[in-house]
């Protein structure tokens, strides 16, 4: 205090005090009541369902970092028309409750969309409910090739890559190896929706180019061990071990693989970057496809990255990213039609506009069965002491297709894909 | 010898060694449940708490500390979990312990959110661990190998203790008549503040040792419990080898099971129970106990 009348500053007197102290109060309620402060009449009111809990948790707790920092940029900048996005996130758990949620966040808390789910099954019932009711679905994380063909709606548009992508941008990977031709394959196959669409895929893309499927199982998702499936492994002596495993499911496989340490190549037509980290460093291997990365060099990957490292101090996955851009895609969507009237936004997205998913090439949703046609990528697992960082040791592919070939090339064709609206 | 026979016999004897990481789990589930007649939801949280703090330790002290300290510290806080809150519960109204111990599991699973993340722990085990050895026929995990070891040697120190102490006399005389022995002049509780520490201890003793093997994240808690109910049911109440002998059963159908029809594994131990409870309603080796009756 007497330094400070030394350097001739007034200390402040009770009253200022007392104004600091409100406007402390103030700022503190601002903070910690955001929603309240948030939820305008006039915001624009997101319903996003996601697994929390159960087999695929892992990856709903990244996708709401994801779609959260994106909300929050969004509406730093001033939100979309001037309106706030108020983002309202939840567990969707399972196929019955998702619907039961889904119904309940369009009835009762007057969601403008539905965004989210991972999880194939619920993303399914999801989707009845969007159509029910005639309203917009943003079905971001699930990968079933049958929610975009069999059971599509013309209510419902899917940000990631589907089961068919995912096994040729693998299966390009697995030829180039020779790991296909005249081998005998043994598949690990997740139970439910997910699982059994990417073994069929799978299974075409082995017997078309040459390959035997010697053995299939399918595993319960809530399965943990995996040993008896390891000693069948074994007992069929395969050329290549082939997962179509989801979830928690997948770094479990992984783990254990690597502690019975089995002589056959591993290969999964399906891997989250989040699955492989918690795999941890020298239990992985073989070849895997994913939809993105962090080592894609352009500047909106690199922006995105920054931004996610300084907010949670980790590095995103894909799944963070997909409900970041798809976020972002809703928001220019709602800002081009100048609002939410979801008719307005199903026809802006079916006049297939280019979006910046922060890859090298943009991405539309087709048309006619209102799936992303977007850029994938494999990775490998670099050697042990060529990388630093724990979660470094993925080694990426450049994106497939190339930069020549058309971006629908390990997409469906209509002649593949039954969806019609 | 015939090769499916073999290949069978193969996941029998796996399936013993999975039981026997059950057993490390339910064991102390049907201690606590015998002497206190607490119903302990919350096991599986310790289970998750051994896995999560063994991680901790391991990135100080290596792969050997972690599974020693992790149970360790576990252990004592299962003291404080007894001292504080279970120990208002004996003789209370069954359903005010459910209710209060799975409270505990969703605290301790949001608990690990917060500290830990959501995101599951990468863990790994020692290198000269991995891999697998060829015993006889069968196909072993060293890992799997060393964890069994481990269990047996819980296993016979619990068993001494049960058997072959005073401690274990009293422990054995609460579980049948608690009355007599408060006529005694002997109080349980002490005796119940042991049961738990030691319960709670394997209990994070098996989240170590699976850490490195099987996913570690916040809600694994909840995915242990039902194999442990499941276990202690089939083995029945108050009696260590139906503990015993439900594992390695519950591990060995599992096994079989897969082997012969893989979509059915996780629901194998349910049918088991179902079949054992029909036929023998106080599982397979329970005592008539008059507090339950």
């Known amino acids: 205090m007497d330094s400070n009348q030394k350097d001739g500053k007034s200390t402040p007197h009770f009253g200022d005090r007392r104004r600091v102290l409100q406007a402390g109060v103030a700022g503190a309620v601002a903070l910690g009541f ?16 996601t697994p929390k809990t159960g087999f695929l948790g892992a990856l709903g707790g990244w996708a709401e970092l994801g779609i959260m920092l994106a909300a929050e940029e969004i509406n730093a900048a001033g939100g979309v028309m001037g309106r706030q996005l108020d983002v309202r996130s939840e567990d969707s758990v399972n196929p019955a409750t998702a619907a039961t949620k889904a119904q309940r966040m369009l009835e009762r808390d007057k969601v403008d969309v539905l965004m989210g789910e991972i999880n194939s099954a619920s993303a399914k019932t999801i989707m009845q409910v969007a159509a029910r009711n005639r309203r917009l679905f943003m079905q971001i994380g699930a990968r079933s090739d049958a929610l975009r063909g069999a059971n599509c709606n013309r209510y419902t548009f899917h940000v990631d890559i589907p089961v068919t992508v995912m096994v040729n941008a693998e299966g390009q990977g697995l030829l180039r190896e020779g790991m296909i031709k005249g081998q005998r394959v043994y598949a690990l196959t997740s139970d439910y929706l997910f699982g059994h669409d990417l073994a069929k895929a799978a299974r075409k893309f082995v017997t078309k180019h040459g390959g035997t499927v010697i053995g299939d199982e399918l595993i319960a998702t809530s399965a943990t061990d995996f040993s008896p499936y390891l000693l069948k492994i074994r007992q069929a002596k395969p050329d290549l071990v082939a997962t179509n495993l989801g979830g928690n499911q ?34 992985l291997g073989g070849i895997w496809p994913t939809v993105w990365h962090h080592h894609i060099d352009t500047p909106g990957t690199r922006a995105f990255v920054a931004a996610f490292r300084k907010k949670y101090g980790k590095t995103p996955e894909n799944h963070a990213w997909i409900e970041y851009v798809s976020l972002h895609v809703m928001a220019r969507a709602m800002n081009e039609t100048k609002g939410t009237d979801n008719e307005k936004l199903i026809a802006f997205f079916e006049k297939e506009p280019k979006f910046d998913l922060l890859k090298t090439r943009m991405g539309y ?23 630093k960082e724990a979660w470094d040791f993925l080694e990426f592919s450049a994106p497939i297709p190339g930069p020549d070939q058309p971006l629908e090339l390990l997409a469906p064709t209509r002649a593949e894909n039954p969806c019609t609206f | 010898m015939n090769m499916q026979l073999l290949f069978l016999l193969e996941q029998v004897v796996n399936g013993l060694v999975l039981g026997g990481y059950y057993l490390l789990i339910a064991l102390g589930l049907s201690l606590i449940f015998s002497v206190g007649g607490v119903v302990n939801l919350a096991h599986g949280a310790f289970y998750a708490l051994g896995a999560y703090v063994s991680i901790e330790v391991a990135r100080y002290l290596g792969f050997g500390a972690g599974v020693v300290i992790s149970p360790v510290a576990v252990a004592l806080l299962g003291i404080l979990f007894e001292r504080f809150i279970l120990r208002r519960f004996y003789t209370a109204d069954p359903i005010l312990s459910l209710l209060v111990t799975f409270g505990l599991a969703l605290v301790t699973e949001q608990a690990i959110r917060i500290i830990w993340g959501s995101a599951p722990l990468p863990a790994s085990m020692p290198r000269a661990l991995k ?16 964890l069994l070891a481990v269990v047996a040697l819980v296993l016979a120190g619990i068993w001494l203790l049960l058997n072959k102490t005073s401690f274990g006399r009293v422990v054995r005389a609460g579980i049948q008549r608690p009355d007599m022995v408060a006529a005694l002049g002997i109080r349980l509780q002490p005796y119940m503040t042991v049961i738990v520490m030691l319960g709670v201890g394997m209990a994070a003793l098996g989240g170590a040792l699976f850490a490195p093997i099987a996913l570690v994240h916040p809600a694994m808690g909840a995915e242990i419990i039902a194999v442990a109910f499941v276990v202690v049911v089939i083995g029945g109440l108050g009696s260590f080898w139906g503990v015993v002998l439900a594992a390695l059963l519950v591990g060995v159908v599992r096994g079989v099971t897969i082997f012969f029809v893989p979509a059915a594994g996780e629901a194998s131990m349910y049918v088991l129970m179902f079949v054992v409870l029909l036929l023998r309603p106080r599982g397979l080796l329970g005592e008539r106990i008059e507090k339950f009756e």
């Open chain 1, 250 to 283: 997948v770094t479990n496989f992984v783990k254990q693989y690597a502690e019975f340490g089995l002589p056959y190549p591993v290969a999964g037509f399906n891997l989250n970057t989040a699955d492989a980290w918690a795999a941890g460093a020298g239990n």
């Open chain 1, 365 to 387: 949703f087709r048309n006619w069965d209102h799936q992303m046609q977007q850029e994938a990528y494999t990775f490998t697992v670099k050697k042990p002491g060529t990388y």
């Open chain 1, 34 to 49: 955001p929603a309240i402060v948030r939820a305008r009449s006039d915001a624009i009111k997101i319903g996003h369902l």
């Open chain 2, 131 to 146: 891999g697998s050895v060829v015993l006889g026929d069968f196909l072993f995990s060293r890992y799997r190998l060393l």
